[in-house]
């Protein structure tokens, strides 16, 4: 349990929605910008005060019981592909295999 404040965020909100669209960064179904986390980590990474930020090579992982594991390994944004399988296509693909299927 814990708590966070938008007061707290250290980054303009306009800002931080100004780099989320640009050729760097694909959306093909659009995106929910989250202005913070509390599964972000706070610790500083290398010096004191400065924070944490994630670098290339990193691996992220997020898990839920009910949904599986989403595992992201980080790099620059303009050294991967572009991203062109969005929510749209997730959902055509699972369509094509069956799996959207109600449950009896």
Do not use: C
């Not at 944004?77 to 399988?85: G, K, Q």
């Amino acid at each position: 349990e814990a708590v966070s404040s938008l007061a707290r965020i250290s980054r303009d909100l306009l800002d931080l929605a100004a780099q989320t669209v640009d050729r760097n960064h694909q959306y093909p179904d659009g995106l929910v910008l989250f202005t913070g986390t509390m599964f972000a980590p706070v610790q500083d990474r290398v010096t004191t005060g400065e924070g944490f930020t994630h670098r290339p090579g990193d691996e992220v992982a997020i898990s839920s019981p009910k949904l599986g594991t989403l595992v992201n390994r980080v790099d620059y944004s303009d050294r991967i592909a572009p991203w062109d399988f969005g929510i749209l296509a997730l959902m055509a693909n699972l369509a094509r295999r069956g799996l959207l299927q109600g449950q009896s």
